[in-house]
C-alpha cells in the first residue's frame, strides 16, 4: 500500500484550467485543497499543465488529470474512476527522469522533464553546433533549426514530432530540419553531452518554462539526465491512446 493514501487526509493543491470542473470530483475523498506546502499536487489540463506544476513544485508528487472540455475520456478513463484508483493507491507509479542543462559550476541553469531544445534565434538562419559525448567529439558540425535533448519522458512530445519515433531509456537528441538529413540517436542514460554553438544566435529553452538562456557564438553547455526525483501517478491513463484517439478525432 502506498503510504500517502493509508485514509488519512492529504493535502491536496489543484494547479491548471477549469479547477471549477474538478474541485467537485475530489468531495467524498480525505483531502483539504491548499495553497502551499502540499503532499500531492493533481493538475488539469494537458501537457504544459504538469509540466508547469512540476517546475512550481518540483519533487511533489503529482497526478496528472486531462481537463475534460478539451479532452474527451475513453470509456475506462472517466475522471472520477482515475480519482478513486489515485486515492485507493491502485495508479500506476513511474519516476521520470529530468534532462538539466549546465553551463558553470555543478548547479542546473535549466531542467526539462521533457526536453531541453536549442533553438535558433533568427528565424532567418539555421544554427551550428559541435557536439561531444563523455569528452569525445561526436559531431564536428550540424546546420539545423534546432537540438532536441529529450528524455524518455519527453520522447513522445517533439522528440517524436520530429523522429516518428519515441524511446523508453537513455538521452535522445533530435536534429530539427538538419542540412545532412540528420535525424536522431540515443545515448545511454549515463552519457554526457557536450554542446558548442557554432554559429548563433541561439535560444537555450526547457520544456514551456519562459525563462531561457541566449547563447552567443562559441557558447558551451552540458546536459544530462538527473536522478529521477517526482512520482507520477496514473501516467499510463493521462497517456491512454484511445484516449488520445479521441482528442485528435475532434469527439
Ligand atoms: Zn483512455
Known amino acids: 500500500m502506498d503510504e500517502l493514501f493509508s485514509g488519512r487526509k492529504l493535502r491536496v493543491l489543484l494547479y491548471g484550467r477549469n479547477l471549477e470542473d474538478l474541485r467537485p470530483l475530489l468531495q467524498g475523498f480525505p483531502l483539504d485543497i491548499v495553497q502551499e506546502d502540499p503532499e500531492l499536487v493533481i493538475t488539469h489540463g494537458g501537457d504544459g499543465s504538469l509540466l508547469g506544476a512540476e517546475r512550481l513544485y518540483p519533487g511533489i508528487p503529482k497526478c496528472p488529470i486531462r481537463d475534460r472540455r478539451q479532452n474527451p475520456k475513453c470509456a475506462r478513463h472517466a475522471e472520477s474512476s482515475t480519482l478513486e484508483k489515485l486515492f485507493r493507491g491502485e495508479l500506476q ?10 553551463f558553470e559550476g555543478e548547479e542546473p541553469r535549466l531542467l526539462g522533464l521533457n526536453d531541453l531544445v536549442l533553438s535558433r534565434g533568427l528565424l532567418s538562419s539555421a544554427i551550428r553546433y559541435r557536439i561531444w559525448v563523455d569528452g569525445q567529439l561526436f559531431c564536428p558540425q550540424v546546420v539545423s533549426d534546432s537540438l532536441v ?35 536522431f540517436c540515443v545515448l545511454p542514460e549515463d552519457a554526457v553531452v557536450k554542446v558548442q554553438l557554432l554559429r548563433g544566435p541561439a535560444q537555450l529553452l526547457a520544456d514551456n518554462n519562459p525563462q531561457l538562456c541566449e547563447l552567443q557564438d562559441n557558447d558551451c553547455f552540458k546536459a544530462k539526465l538527473n536522478e529521477a526525483q517526482t512520482l507520477f501517478y496514473g501516467m499510463d491513463v493521462f497517456r491512454c491512446q484511445e484516449c488520445y484517439q479521441l482528442r485528435r478525432n475532434g469527439c
Open 93 to 102: 507509479k513511474s519516476y521520470p527522469s529530468k534532462v538539466a542543462a549546465y
Open 149 to 183: 535533448l529529450s528524455s524518455p519522458f519527453g520522447s513522445t512530445g517533439y522528440f517524436q514530432s520530429i523522429t516518428h519515433g519515441n524511446f523508453k531509456a537513455g538521452l535522445g537528441l533530435a536534429f530539427n530540419n538538419a542540412m545532412d538529413g540528420l535525424d
